[in-house]
């Protein structure tokens, strides 16, 4: 397997061969995969529609059983489900194909919600949802429910839910899929900027192929099998 | 926002339900309230009753089911106070008699002169003048429902009465009781010689274990009577029993259709809330709080329900002893304790009725909840 671009930083995410077999399908979901993600890497996951790349990221952040395969994150292989909910909590950010922000809960509250699981005081939780809420250009939103956003700025408010807790590595799937290009930029300048002063390692889902060439390198995903696709670009570090 | 809200909004979120649930709560603890309150209001009365007139014992006809049933002989009294360790004895004849507004009354009656008459305290007038006397004496409740005073005529056991004296008590059930002659009382009910029961009272200078023994000796000299100190009574009176007996099995059936009210609310909420929960498992909340989330929420309708419960019963069991049937007979007692009680058991009611709903949070997978939108 190809570890490009991350030479010499030690891994963020660490899976091999990794299978996931759901019922009732004949081909599996994940067949025998192995990806490496360099710490402060960011990485573009890519493939035709139903491949396996929300499949994988769901296995690299422990919220499937697998039929067989590892994962490691940050050196450690969580081995309990319990291990990985305190990965979730600490090291793990999550963006979600579909929003999945809670309807009676406003922007901001949804955003605090990660915060609240991992009992952040609370004055730091309001400074900290206002921050995010900022860097991803949605201040506005911050007394909004997610009935009344548009999908662009419902996924503005999923990416800063997804960077609540400061994770070191941000799962994304398709994180820009509803943006314009304004915003899309805006939301890749952000995870660069994170990258850069906090080290933040970015696998990101897209169809987008911008975002993709943004990233500092592709991973192809087809039929649950993957493959690195295009060459690493230089990160600015 | 913090765990104390987000459960509330939660709550709010789907308003009738949580009011429905809140309801089945009331009702399950206000019916606690309210019938152990009243069913322990009929023991007390009969109590601080007999204590109020200087009883230290009754005694009455063996295998009675209660006291108003059971006949013993009037001359039974003056033996039992020639017995050792007794200093005084009192035939009584007490009758539950309806009047003609259709309410009801408890007429009691003593001989002249015995101890039961001298230890009332009048508040106008006087005490019936001789054995024979058709007078009556009334405590202040019976006078106030009646709306007589002294000098005024009441009928009992159809026949008039002059209301001689009027008493003040601190028990309920002295303050709604009326008074007559025993004589008088027999004759009219056609007791002639007979009495419900003796009171008794034993020499004031015993400690409480010689009283104990006065009363066994006293039950082996007189074997065809039941004699019971006047506490120990209170909790073999058939009627306190029955009522405690009964306000009990209906407050446990109100207990448990609160439960099972907590569990459908708390399933039904879990299930429709599968995707928020994955989400906060997604997040890295772990299962202990989620679980505490859904326990939360849960008890903050059973114990809130659980203080507005104690608020109605306590309503209701006045009310009910304010209405025509039981007025003057049964004062609630409702104590500090028994409401600690029925708050911790509305606690009881939110745990036991979402611990499953709440655990069932834990088998679901947030991965395949989240693919489903
Ligand atoms: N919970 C599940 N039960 C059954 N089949 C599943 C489940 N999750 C995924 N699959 C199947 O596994 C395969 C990979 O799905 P996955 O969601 O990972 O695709 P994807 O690459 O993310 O597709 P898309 O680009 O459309 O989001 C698909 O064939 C899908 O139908
Ligand atoms: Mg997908």
Redesign the interface.
């Known amino acids: 397997m190809t570890r490009a671009g991350s030479g010499n930083l030690p891994a963020a995410v660490d899976a091999r061969g990794l299978v996931k077999r759901f019922p009732a399908q004949q081909t599996p979901a994940l067949d025998h995969l192995d990806f490496c993600v360099g710490s402060g890497e960011m990485v573009a996951i890519v493939g035709p529609s139903g491949s396996g790349k929300s499949t994988l990221l769901y296995a690299l952040s422990g919220l499937i059983a697998l039929d067989a395969g590892t994962v490691s994150v940050n050196g450690q292989t969580p081995d309990r489900p319990a291990a990985w909910t305190l990965l979730r909590r600490t090291a793990i950010g999550l963006v979600f194909q579909e929003d999945w922000l809670i309807p009676t809960l406003t922007a901001g509250q949804n955003i605090e919600l990660p915060m609240l699981g991992a009992a952040i005081d609370k004055s730091a939780r309001v400074r900290r949802v206002r921050s995010l809420l900022a860097d991803v250009n949605g201040s506005e939103l911050f007394d909004r429910r997610p009935a009344s956003l548009s999908g662009g700025e419902r996924q503005r408010v999923a990416v800063a839910r997804g960077l609540a807790n400061m994770p070191r590595i941000l799962l994304a799937d398709e994180p820009t899929g509803e943006l314009d290009t304004a915003n899309s930029r805006a939301i890749i300048d952000l995870l660069k900027r994170l990258r850069a002063k906090k080290g933040l390692t970015v696998i990101i889902v897209t169809h987008d192929l911008q975002v993709a060439e943004a990233c500092d390198r592709q991973f192809l995903v087809v039929d649950g099998r993957g493959t690195d696709q295009v060459i690493v670009k230089e990160h600015a570090g | ?3 104390i809200s ?1 459960a509330l ?2 709550l709010r ?1 789907r308003p009738m339900r949580t009011l429905a649930t809140l309801a089945s709560v009331i009702l399950a603890i206000g019916s606690f309230i309210a019938l152990v309150g009243l069913a322990r209001g009929v023991e007390s009365s009969l109590l601080s009753a007999l204590n109020d007139r200087g009883t230290d014992a009754i005694v009455s006809e063996a295998g009675a089911a209660d006291l108003v049933s059971s006949i013993v002989s009037e001359s039974l009294a003056e033996r039992l106070a020639e017995a050792p360790g007794v200093s005084a004895a009192a035939a009584e004849l007490s009758r539950l008699t309806s009047l003609e507004n259709g309410g009801s009354v408890i007429v009691v009656a003593w001989p002249v002169g015995s101890f039961p008459w001298a230890t009332l305290n009048l508040t106008a007038g006087r005490l019936p003048a001789s054995d024979t006397a058709l007078e009556v004496v009334l405590g202040t409740g019976s006078a106030a429902r009646f709306g007589v005073t002294v000098g005024d005529s009441i009928t009992v056991f159809q026949t008039p009465f002059e209301v001689v004296g009027i008493v003040q008590s601190d028990s309920i059930l002295i303050r709604n009781l009326s008074m007559v002659p025993l004589k008088v009382a027999q004759r009219l009910t056609f007791r002639e010689g007979q009495a419900t029961s003796i009171n008794l009272r034993l020499s004031p200078d015993q400690g409480p274990s010689e009283r104990d023994e006065t009363v066994a000796a006293l039950r082996v000299q007189f074997p065809m009577t039941s004699i019971e100190v006047t506490s120990a009574l209170v909790n073999s009176h058939t009627f306190a029993r029955i009522a405690d007996a009964l306000s009990r099995s209906i407050a446990i059936v109100a207990l448990f259709g609160a439960v099972l009210a907590i569990f459908n609310t708390m399933s039904t909420a879990v299930r429709e809330r599968r ?2 929960i ?10 202990s ?1 989620i679980v505490g989330l859904i326990l939360f929420e849960a008890l903050i309708i059973s114990v809130c329900g659980g203080i507005l419960g104690c608020v109605a019963g306590i309503a209701v069991a006045e009310s009910v002893s304010r209405s025509a049937i039981v007025a003057g007979i049964v004062n609630p007692t409702i104590s500090p304790l028994l409401l600690v009680q029925a708050v911790s058991l509305s606690l009881l009611i939110g745990l036991a009725g979402a611990v499953f709903p709440a655990l069932q949070t834990v088998s679901l ?3 395949s909840v ?2 489903g ?1």
């Open positions: 926002m913090t765990p987000l909004v939660n979120s995707g928020e994955a989400i906060m498992s997604a997040v890295g909340w772990a299962r709080r997978s947030p991965a989240l693919r939108k």
